[in-house]
């Protein structure tokens, strides 16, 4: 690990200089913000250390081979799932298209930086409500073999690749690139394919049935009449038993939207009957309050 004077900090991704070689800042390539928060984050704790390490010794623990990602493989959706028949191939019409599938979401939107900031009491808020959607994320029985649809710049990722093995799925292959960037950085290792987070995969590729399946700001971009079939889409790619961790929006038009994106606020209630029709148990919504809805489920 090599000592950084300015870097963009790997969780919240804020520009930052340092005072001198000394600071550990430099080291971890966190600011001092997320620093302070080591103490109740494992990623940030784990940076710390290494940052402590590699300060006392120079050491550059990112020419190790271990720590490099898969590469970007570029995952190509075949016509209709294996055993599929006519039903599912209906279902899977019915999801978001990829070719009408707007770029993933920038670190920007998430941190409310340059066009997404909406004022020091919205931004605050926003902030104080991610970090509470994050940590409801770490604890969620997550293990196994992961799949993370629309994964994005891998906001979410390391938390995920530190959990099990990730298999992380998007169309934009510039926002995947990122998230290889961030999960090389985090020394963690994942699969990352670019492909249409609904369309079914090639075997090579196909990590179903799955362990565990996260789907953050995803539901958002299904239409009312979708949530069924995205639903059963979900089911489909895990074994029973296997845990499901939703994030998605809730109707705030003064701030919440992504950019570029038609967004659906769905009622937590209308995404829970779904659920439980696709054959999901235990579905449990919650909310953060004013910007964030999260439904924990169970692969019935």
Same mark, same amino acid.
């Given at each position: 690990?090599t000592? /950084?004077?300015?870097?963009?900090?790997?969780?919240?991704g804020?520009s930052w200089?340092t005072? $001198?070689? @000394? @600071?550990l800042?430099?080291? %971890?390539?966190?600011?001092? =913000?997320?620093?302070?928060?080591?103490?109740?984050?494992?990623?940030l704790r784990?940076?710390?250390?290494?940052g402590?390490?590699a300060?006392?010794v120079?050491g550059?623990? !990112?020419? @190790?081979p271990?720590?490099?990602?898969v590469?970007?493989a570029?995952?190509?959706p075949?016509?209709?799932?294996p055993?599929?028949?006519?039903?599912?191939?209906?279902?899977t019409?019915?999801?978001?298209?990829?070719?009408a599938?707007?770029p993933?979401l920038p670190d920007?939107? +998430?941190? /409310?930086?340059g066009?997404f =900031?909406?004022? %020091? #009491?919205?931004d605050t808020?926003?902030?104080?409500?991610l970090d509470?959607?994050?940590?409801?994320?770490d $604890?969620?029985?997550?293990?196994?073999r992961?799949? =993370?649809?629309?994964a994005g710049t &891998?906001?979410f990722?390391?938390?995920l690749?530190e959990?099990?093995e990730?298999?992380?799925?998007?169309?934009?292959e510039? !926002?995947?690139?990122?998230a290889?960037?961030?999960?090389v950085?985090?020394?963690?290792?994942a699969h990352?394919?670019?492909?249409?987070?609904w !369309?079914?995969l090639?075997?090579?590729a196909d990590?179903?049935?799955?362990?565990?399946?996260?789907?953050?700001?995803?539901v958002?971009?299904?239409?009312?009449?979708?949530?069924?079939?995205?639903?059963?889409?979900?089911?489909e790619?895990?074994?029973t &038993?296997?845990?499901?961790?939703? #994030?998605?929006?809730?109707p705030?038009?003064?701030?919440g939207?992504?950019?570029?994106?038609?967004?659906?606020?769905?009622?937590?209630?209308?995404v829970e009957?779904?659920?439980? /029709?696709?054959?999901f148990r =235990?579905?449990?919504p919650?909310?953060?309050?004013?910007? +964030?809805?999260? #439904?924990?489920?169970?692969?019935?």
């Amino acid at each position: 690990m090599t000592f /950084r004077p300015t870097f963009s900090c790997l969780w919240c991704g804020r520009s930052w200089s340092t005072r $001198g070689p @000394d @600071d550990l800042e430099g080291w %971890a390539r966190l600011c001092s =913000e997320c620093l302070g928060k080591a103490g109740t984050n494992p990623f940030l704790r784990s940076r710390l250390r290494e940052g402590l390490r590699a300060r006392a010794v120079g050491g550059d623990p !990112a020419a @190790d081979p271990s720590a490099a990602a898969v590469p970007l493989a570029a995952a190509r959706p075949v016509a209709t799932p294996p055993g599929s028949g006519p039903a599912t191939a209906a279902r899977t019409a019915a999801l978001p298209s990829a070719a009408a599938a707007p770029p993933a979401l920038p670190d920007d939107w +998430f941190l /409310r930086r340059g066009p997404f =900031e909406r004022g %020091a #009491i919205h931004d605050t808020a926003w902030a104080a409500e991610l970090d509470a959607v994050t940590r409801w994320l770490d $604890g969620r029985p997550l293990t196994g073999r992961i799949i =993370e649809l629309a994964a994005g710049t &891998g906001f979410f990722s390391p938390l995920l690749a530190e959990r099990g093995e990730l298999y992380a799925f998007d169309r934009d292959e510039a !926002a995947l690139a990122l998230a290889r960037e961030r999960l090389v950085a985090h020394r963690l290792r994942a699969h990352l394919h670019v492909a249409d987070p609904w !369309a079914p995969l090639p075997p090579a590729a196909d990590p179903t049935p799955a362990d565990a399946l996260v789907a953050a700001f995803l539901v958002g971009r299904v239409r009312g009449a979708g949530l069924d079939p995205a639903a059963v889409s979900l089911r489909e790619r895990l074994r029973t &038993g296997a845990a499901l961790a939703m #994030i998605d929006l809730r109707p705030d038009p003064a701030g919440g939207p992504p950019p570029e994106v038609p967004w659906t606020w769905h009622d937590p209630s209308a995404v829970e009957a779904a659920l439980l /029709r696709a054959g999901f148990r =235990e579905v449990e919504p919650s909310v953060t309050g004013r910007f +964030f809805l999260t #439904i924990g489920a169970v692969a019935g």
